[in-house]
T-cell receptor, first 116, second 115 residues
Framework: AQSVSQHNHHVILSEAASLELGCNYS??????LFWYVQYPGQHLQLLLK??????LVKGIKGFEAEFIKSKFSFNLRKPSVQWSDTAEYFC??????????????FGAGTRLAVHP | NAGVTQTPKFQVLKTGQSMTLQCAQDMNHEYMSWYRQDPGMGLRLIHY???????DQGEVPNGYNVSRSTTEDFPLRLLSAAPSQTSVYFCASSRGTGGSGNTIYFGEGSWLTVV
């Protein structure tokens, strides 16, 4: 079945630590990939997206992600996290659905807590 | 430019009551969808629409109805609310059905509690 897996459900880091959140998807065709962030009490915001081209994608707030097709992965990274990065992070993939349409499938999310 | 607007933001229902979550977008997007967000499960697709008059079921459609009479509006109806429908609901829209260049815009969410 088509799915998106996020390996870590909860991550706790100190400020200035480096961050890497894993995301794998199970689909052999062309995919479009996203990372969304949800700050406490707020709605989803797009961090970055990959459609084609350079597999290293830079997003907002110093985040980047690398698409590795051979590993079906799209991991999110940030060299130095801040307390304000405390949020829940969702990986998402556009996959084919019934009737020839596409749908956006989300991973279960990773809750990141950054301590000062 | 309002983007995607959802109402209400918060709602408490009694079991068995019906209600409609409203979603409107002002970007002339063809594709609209409803998701529910539950802890540890990410967002799951309830229903989606690829244009006025065209709707289809997503991953978790049971207990929900939708219609798309105009391009702008995509209401989600709970016919007989159940506690299992306590969740946060997000409406989303995009120019196409997803793919290269299509950014997906989300509403701010509707927090629904069924008691």
């Amino acid at each position: 079945a088509q799915s998106v897996s996020q390996h870590n459900h909860h991550v706790i880091l100190s400020e200035a630590a480096s961050l890497e959140l894993g995301c794998n998807y199970s689909y052999g065709g062309t995919v479009n990939l996203f990372w969304y962030v949800q700050y406490p009490g707020q709605h989803l915001q797009l961090l970055l997206k990959y459609f084609s081209g350079d597999p290293l994608v830079k997003g907002i707030k110093g985040f980047e992600a690398e698409f590795i097709k051979s590993k079906f992965s799209f991991n999110l990274r940030k060299p130095s996290v801040q307390w304000s990065d405390t949020a829940e992070y969702f990986c998402a993939v556009i996959l084919p659905f019934s009737g020839g349409y596409n749908k956006l499938i989300f991973g279960a999310g990773t809750r990141l807590a950054v301590h000062p | 430019n309002a983007g995607v607007t959802q109402t209400p933001k918060f709602q408490v229902l009694k079991t068995g009551q019906s209600m409609t979550l409203q979603c409107a977008q002002d970007m002339n997007h063809e594709y609209m969808s409803w998701y529910r967000q539950d802890p540890g499960m990410g967002l799951r697709l309830i229903h989606y629409s690829v244009g006025a008059g065209i709707t289809d079921q997503g991953e978790v459609p049971n207990g929900y109805n939708v219609s798309r009479s105009t391009t702008e509006d995509f209401p989600l109806r709970l016919l007989s609310a159940a506690p299992s429908q306590t969740s946060v609901y997000f409406c989303a829209s995009s120019r196409g059905t997803g793919g290269s260049g299509n950014t997906i815009y989300f509403g701010e969410g509707s927090w629904l509690t069924v008691v």
